[in-house]
């Protein structure tokens, strides 16, 4: 058995027990905690399949901004949180037995693949030069289906709109009490003071290194996401009213952008979303770079959550 075998199987029996662990903790916030981990471990096992990008997601949002939200959803529910019980027996049999065959499912696809699995990647590749990218990842995502990447940051701002409106209406236009759940001691300032310019340059070189190598605006922006979170739990600085006009063209400034080189294609290139000859890797580049900061804003006010008292200018 070789070293990176033994590394492998170590993974996977590792990602089980934590799985297994998580299901049964007792507590919101240490079963949280096991998700931040097991999202880590997550990672580590998409870098060894070569899956790099899809390993920089689920580091940045699977584990670093979903497990935010959670923490900020266990520490709001601790004071109401009363001792869990296990579910009745056949509620116990039925998950498990539905856990079985979804299992077994996966285990049938991976271990019976077709004798030609249908791709397109081929033909990908083959017109990937035409835009002047090096990732394929973003090739995909900026060339071939760039409608989706599109509607996908219009849906993140769908997803904020939503958690706004959970305000009351009294509160509207009011400020994200982010110290209601994690008031500030001396370590999460220190963290706060110290992190951040080294987590904005990792941003901007994620978000600029993404048309060659893995990376790009999501991994980009979920860092800048989590530096001011950061920043903002810490109370170094104040946590935005939600009807600062600045913050919300901010919000709309990457999928405007991208919206706006879209239409350009219908005079410069074939159509809507197309890049013209030459100034594909330029405009895209762009793009990515407006994205990253609205997916930081994005994602930050979603963290942050609705707002919960008036804003005192």
């Not at 070293?3 to 049964?24: C, K, Q, R, S």
């Not at 963290?191 to 310019?197: E, G, H, K, T």
């Not at 901007?204 to 605006?217: K, L, R, V």
């Not at 197309?274 to 930050?300: D, F, M, N, Q, R």
Request: net charge neutral.
């Amino acid at each position: 058995m070789t070293i990176p075998f033994a590394f492998d199987i170590g993974t996977a029996m590792l990602l089980i027990a934590v799985g297994g662990w998580m299901m049964v903790a007792q507590g919101t916030m240490v079963a949280v905690i096991i998700f931040v981990v097991y999202g880590l471990l997550m990672a580590i096992a998409w870098v060894r399949l070569s899956a790099v990008d899809v390993a920089l997601t689920e580091a940045a949002i699977g584990s670093g901004i979903t497990g935010m939200l959670l923490l900020s959803a266990a520490a709001r529910l601790r004071q109401t949180e009363v001792t869990s019980t296990l579910p009745s027996f056949p509620i116990r049999l039925l998950s498990g037995v539905l856990c079985a065959a979804i299992t077994s499912g996966l285990a049938v696809v991976v271990l019976l693949p077709a004798d030609v699995a249908p791709t397109l990647a081929p033909m990908a590749m083959a017109n990937l030069p035409e835009t002047g990218l090096g990732n394929p990842v973003a090739g995909v995502l900026f060339a071939f289906r760039a409608l989706d990447t599109l509607l996908e940051k219009v849906v993140l701002l769908l997803a904020l709109l939503g958690v706004w409106s959970l305000a009351p209406d009294r509160l509207w236009g009011g400020v994200p009490a982010l110290d209601s759940y994690a008031p500030p001691n001396d370590i999460l300032v220190f963290f706060a003071q110290v992190l951040p310019p080294f987590g904005i340059v990792f941003a901007i070189y994620m978000t600029w290194t993404g048309a060659s190598n893995p990376g790009g605006a999501f991994q980009g922006g979920t860092v800048l996401a989590v530096m001011w979170l950061l920043v903002m739990m810490a109370g170094v600085v104040r946590a935005p009213p939600i009807s600062c006009l600045r913050l919300r063209w901010l919000l709309v400034a990457g999928p405007v952008l991208f919206l706006m080189v879209g239409l350009a294609g219908f005079a410069l290139a074939a159509g809507f979303l197309a890049y013209p000859a030459g100034y594909a890797k330029p405009l895209i580049v762009v793009v990515e770079i407006g994205l990253a900061l609205s997916i930081g804003a994005t994602l930050g006010l979603l963290a942050a959550g609705p707002p919960e008292r008036n804003h005192q200018p």
